[in-house]
């Protein structure tokens, strides 16, 4: 990825801490270039651990600092105590949030018309291996967007949306899908227990099983539904329990039902904040 330019990161939880890594170990980006702003001290101990410099608050950072990006961090409740100490990088600087639920609107009330890119990685991220669903307002350009990009990267794949409400739709899938496919081990767990597994066992098999499935459903090329067909001989085991997992209402009706009940929630939690 292009390396030209600094970096500033607002907030280093576990995701923003999640992006310098990939920053530093996966992108090449050196740790000079990147500037953290943390108010909480062990947070900053683990981001000087790093090698990068940590600060306490916006104040604090370099006044002649012209970043390539912003990236925010933070929890939602804080976004509008904290976002005008930004205001004065938005000459140079793409601003990127990760904040949960906060449209582009309230970054542009501060900031004006700058570019603005809304993004949501979801829970693997924390392993370099999620998936980031983002939306771009009307003043980031293309070369900004391939930036932002790049930096999402460190963490996991991409997805640029056409429209700014899909984020929403995306929560329901990449979002939360994570903890539907949690459940799934568990569910797939507890099964194996009934039929006679021993308990550890279970929950091996079950972990490896999707762990096994799902790489194997990334890097072939046949679909899911192909892949399905082939591991499922005419009246065979398989068979006999996708019988069970397909009927109406089947699981393919439970995640529509999940998806939407998300998807609904998302919109409330907009709506509220």
Partial sequence: MGQSGEIVLVGCGNMGFALLEGW??????????????????????????????????????????????????????????????????????????????????????????????????????????????????????????????????????????????????????????PAYLFHFIECLTEAGIAVGLPAETAHALAKQTVDGASTLASVSVFSPTELRQQVTSPNGTTAAALDVLMAEPGLAALLKGAAAAAYRRALELAAAG
């Fill in 24 to 177: 530093v170990a996966r992108s090449g980006i050196a740790a000079d270039r990147i500037h953290v702003v943390e108010p909480a001290e062990a947070l900053r101990r683990r981001v000087a651990a790093a090698g990068v410099e940590a600060y306490a608050d916006a104040s604090d950072l370099p006044r002649t600092l012209q970043p390539r990006a912003v990236i925010i961090a933070v929890k939602p409740q804080v976004i509008g105590s904290m976002l005008a100490a930004y205001r004065r990088f938005s000459a140079t600087a793409a601003f990127v949030s990760i904040a949960a639920g906060v449209p582009i609107a309230t970054f542009e009330a501060t900031l004006g018309e700058v570019a603005i890119v809304r993004a949501m990685p979801n829970m693997p991220a924390s392993i370099g291996m999620g998936v980031i669903a983002a939306f771009a307002n009307a003043h980031t350009g293309n070369v900004q967007m391939a930036y932002v990009t790049d930096l999402l990267a460190a963490v996991g794949s991409v997805h640029w949306l056409p429209e700014e409400k899909l984020i929403d739709a995306a929560t329901a899938i990449s979002g939360s899908g």
